[in-house]
Protein backbone atom coordinates (compact mmCIF):
# COMPACT_ATOMS: atom_id res chain seq x y z
CA UNK A 1 0.00 0.00 0.00
CA UNK A 2 1.27 3.18 -0.92
CA UNK A 3 2.32 5.60 2.03
CA UNK A 4 3.68 9.33 1.44
CA UNK A 5 5.25 10.67 5.06
CA UNK A 6 6.22 14.76 5.08
CA UNK A 7 8.98 15.75 7.66
CA UNK A 8 11.18 18.63 8.49
CA UNK A 9 8.02 21.55 9.17
CA UNK A 10 8.91 23.52 12.39
CA UNK A 11 9.17 26.58 13.35
CA UNK A 12 11.30 29.51 11.66
CA UNK A 13 12.22 33.31 11.55
CA UNK A 14 10.85 35.56 8.43
CA UNK A 15 13.57 35.22 5.84
CA UNK A 16 14.88 31.59 7.30
CA UNK A 17 14.71 28.65 5.42
CA UNK A 18 13.81 25.07 5.35
CA UNK A 19 13.65 21.50 3.66
CA UNK A 20 10.93 19.57 3.79
CA UNK A 21 11.25 16.06 2.82
CA UNK A 22 8.50 13.66 1.38
CA UNK A 23 9.25 9.64 1.73
CA UNK A 24 7.11 7.64 -0.94
CA UNK A 25 6.73 3.72 0.28
CA UNK A 26 4.93 0.56 -1.96
CA UNK A 27 4.94 1.80 -4.99
CA UNK A 28 4.07 -1.70 -7.34
CA UNK A 29 6.85 -0.10 -9.79
CA UNK A 30 9.58 2.20 -9.20
CA UNK A 31 9.47 5.35 -7.54
CA UNK A 32 10.70 7.05 -10.57
CA UNK A 33 7.39 6.12 -12.51
CA UNK A 34 5.55 7.98 -9.95
CA UNK A 35 4.75 12.01 -10.05
CA UNK A 36 5.28 14.20 -6.37
CA UNK A 37 3.24 17.05 -5.80
CA UNK A 38 3.66 19.41 -2.72
CA UNK A 39 0.52 21.46 -1.54
CA UNK A 40 0.08 23.63 1.49
CA UNK A 41 -3.14 24.59 3.50
CA UNK A 42 -3.20 28.12 6.13
CA UNK A 43 -5.09 27.71 8.89
CA UNK A 44 -8.90 28.69 7.64
CA UNK A 45 -7.62 28.95 3.92
CA UNK A 46 -8.09 26.11 0.86
CA UNK A 47 -5.12 24.00 0.42
CA UNK A 48 -3.51 25.38 -2.70
CA UNK A 49 -0.83 23.16 -4.54
CA UNK A 50 2.58 24.42 -4.93
CA UNK A 51 4.69 22.65 -7.26
CA UNK A 52 4.95 18.78 -8.74
CA UNK A 53 7.73 16.80 -10.51
CA UNK A 54 7.07 14.40 -12.52
CA UNK A 55 9.01 10.67 -13.27
CA UNK A 56 11.70 12.65 -15.57
CA UNK A 57 12.38 15.03 -13.56
CA UNK A 58 9.97 17.57 -15.02
CA UNK A 59 8.78 20.65 -13.05
CA UNK A 60 4.91 21.99 -13.23
CA UNK A 61 4.65 25.19 -11.51
CA UNK A 62 0.65 25.63 -9.64
CA UNK A 63 1.61 28.74 -7.88
CA UNK A 64 3.69 31.21 -9.92
CA UNK A 65 4.47 33.78 -6.50
CA UNK A 66 6.03 30.72 -5.38
CA UNK A 67 8.17 29.71 -8.09
CA UNK A 68 11.54 32.08 -7.22
CA UNK A 69 11.29 30.74 -3.35
CA UNK A 70 10.41 27.29 -3.43
CA UNK A 71 12.28 24.38 -4.89
CA UNK A 72 11.40 20.68 -5.71
CA UNK A 73 13.76 18.16 -6.58
CA UNK A 74 14.20 14.45 -6.29
CA UNK A 75 16.48 12.65 -3.94
CA UNK A 76 19.43 10.18 -5.23
CA UNK A 77 17.28 7.90 -3.40
CA UNK A 78 14.37 7.40 -5.92
CA UNK A 79 11.52 7.54 -2.89
CA UNK A 80 12.59 11.05 -1.44
CA UNK A 81 11.36 14.38 -2.79
CA UNK A 82 12.15 18.02 -1.37
CA UNK A 83 10.89 21.25 -0.82
CA UNK A 84 13.42 23.65 -0.32
CA UNK A 85 11.67 27.39 1.32
CA UNK A 86 13.54 30.12 1.09
CA UNK A 87 12.74 33.96 2.07
CA UNK A 88 9.97 32.72 4.12
CA UNK A 89 7.30 34.62 5.20
CA UNK A 90 4.76 34.69 7.86
CA UNK A 91 1.79 33.56 5.17
CA UNK A 92 3.98 30.64 4.12
CA UNK A 93 2.22 29.44 7.20
CA UNK A 94 0.96 25.86 7.00
CA UNK A 95 0.59 22.12 7.13
CA UNK A 96 2.51 21.44 4.13
CA UNK A 97 1.21 17.98 2.25
CA UNK A 98 3.16 15.57 -0.54
CA UNK A 99 0.34 13.72 -2.59
CA UNK A 100 0.97 11.40 -6.08
CA UNK A 101 -0.09 9.92 -8.46
CA UNK A 102 1.20 8.72 -12.00
CA UNK A 103 1.85 12.14 -13.35
CA UNK A 104 1.65 15.20 -12.60
CA UNK A 105 -1.92 17.38 -13.46
CA UNK A 106 -2.29 21.02 -15.20
CA UNK A 107 -4.37 22.03 -12.30
CA UNK A 108 -3.41 21.51 -8.86
CA UNK A 109 -7.25 21.12 -7.59
CA UNK A 110 -7.21 17.54 -10.22
CA UNK A 111 -7.17 14.84 -8.10
CA UNK A 112 -4.28 12.90 -6.30
CA UNK A 113 -4.29 9.54 -5.72
CA UNK A 114 -2.84 9.47 -2.47
CA UNK A 115 -1.42 11.89 0.89
CA UNK A 116 0.70 12.58 3.36
CA UNK A 117 -0.74 14.00 6.89
CA UNK A 118 1.44 16.79 6.61
CA UNK A 119 3.74 18.56 8.44
CA UNK A 120 3.79 21.87 10.09
CA UNK A 121 5.88 25.19 8.79
CA UNK A 122 5.37 28.11 11.39
CA UNK A 123 6.99 31.40 9.91
CA UNK A 124 7.02 33.80 13.03
CA UNK A 125 9.40 36.01 14.62
Known amino acids: QVQLVESGGGLVQPGGSLKLSCAASGFTLDMNNYAIGWYRQAPGKERVGISC????????YWTDSLKGRFTVSRGNAKNMVYLQMNSLKPEDTAVYYC????????????????WGKGTLVTVSS
Open 53 to 60: IDSSDGIT
Open 99 to 114: ATRRSCPEKYYYGMEY
